[in-house]
């Protein structure tokens, strides 16, 4: 079940600018670089994400109907900032189940479990 929406509007407004300056740095977390579906208007958007040997796998902690997961995946991808760099992704796929977060870090699986996080984004690095 994912978070209420009214956490979301104040994480949009009050948390992500603040994110959005260590994000693309810090392990753990990257910027969603991707342009909105029906403005064109270019958006980043901080999230937890785990870096996969062949692209990313982002936590879905809002639940799949967020404004940007529905424009990476009418985009058909975007770009991810991670660790400074700016990596293309590609062929985004939703997994969802009791298993999506087996592969995380004891202290974020932790985490996503008590936020009852059961959906992943998975996109392939280009």
């Known amino acids: 079940m994912p978070m209420p929406r009214t956490v979301a509007r104040f994480n949009r407004l009050i948390t992500n600018p603040i994110q959005r300056v260590w994000a693309g740095r810090l392990p753990g977390f990257v910027i969603v670089e991707h342009s909105g579906r029906r403005t064109g208007r270019l958006y980043r958007t901080p999230v937890n994400a785990r870096r996969e040997s062949d692209g990313f796998t982002i936590a879905l902690t809002y639940g799949s109907e967020t404004d940007w ?14 660790r400074r760099k700016r990596i293309e992704v590609t062929d985004p796929t939703i997994a969802t189940g009791p298993d999506v977060l087996a592969a995380w870090p004891a202290p974020a699986r932790f985490v996503l479990r008590i936020l009852r996080v059961d959906s992943v984004l998975q996109l392939r690095a280009v």
């Open 69 to 82: 997961v529905r424009n990476v995946l009418a985009a058909g991808g975007a770009h991810v900032v991670y």
